[in-house]
């Protein structure tokens, strides 16, 4: 059975950073299609960041801040945050699939952590 289980996120400052990961187990996510998503209170759920193989791509509003990686030997993801904001505050998710149609997009997702929260101060 996939299981993601993300870790790293809690309280910073802003302009602080902070390093999610998400450790995926169950087979072997070297084809996958890989994102972080984020969901703050009252908000809907929104693409943050996605990886496949080599190929990555970011959210106007992660651009040049985050930046996604994977280690397929480990099969982890991780998002490094920098120059975090106040609204980057949330539950950060890490989603899967054997191939998201639409990466920026929920529904194109299979498997779901149960998400970590990040919490940005000003």
């Known amino acids: 059975q996939v299981q993601l289980l993300e870790s790293g996120g809690g309280l910073v400052q802003a302009g602080g950073s902070l390093r999610l990961s998400c450790a995926a187990s169950?087979?072997?996510?070297?084809?996958?299609?890989m994102a972080w998503f984020r969901q703050a209170p009252g908000k809907e759920r929104e693409f943050v960041a996605g990886?496949?193989?080599?190929?990555?791509y970011y959210a106007d509003s992660a651009e040049g801040r985050f930046t996604i990686s994977g280690d397929n030997s480990t099969s982890i993801i991780t998002l490094q945050m920098n120059s975090l904001k106040s609204e980057d505050s949330a539950v950060y998710y890490c989603?899967?699939?054997?191939?998201?149609?639409?990466?920026?997009?929920?529904?194109?997702?299979?498997?779901w952590g149960q998400g970590t929260q990040v919490t940005v101060t000003s």
């Open positions: 989603a899967a699939d054997p191939h998201a149609p639409m990466p920026r997009v929920v529904a194109s997702y299979m498997y």
């Open positions: 169950g087979r072997s996510f070297i084809d996958y299609d």
């Open positions: 990886i496949r193989r080599t190929i990555t």
